[in-house]
């Protein structure tokens, strides 16, 4: 698809006409995770994890983690984990988020 749709906890949603490689290419990699070929998600959301699922503060449902990215995602959320406060606090997600929604659609 030629196109994202980007749902914020605050229940806002944005669409942007790039589509999600493209999106991620462009997110820096240190605040995103792609963890399904239709899902990126911000690190400093999650609040639980495993192989086949994330929980994201402030979201009710679940995240599924693909097959293909269940290893590398375990191995990076256990690390974050590890490394809680070098994260961001939501603020620079949304801004993150904001700023690239703006550029994009230029």
Known sequence: ??????????????????????????????????VHRSFLIPLNKVSQFSKQEIHLQGLERTIPV?????????E???????NRGHLDSHKRTDAILKSLMLSGDK
């Open 76 to 82: 990076v959320l256990l690390k974050t984990k590890e």
């Open 1 to 34: 698809e030629n196109y994202s749709k980007i749902f914020r906890i605050c229940g806002e949603n944005i669409i942007s006409r790039l589509n999600i490689k493209a999106l991620h290419g462009m997110l820096p990699k240190n605040y995103f995770l792609r």
């Open 66 to 74: 693909g097959r293909s990215y269940a290893k590398y995602i375990y």
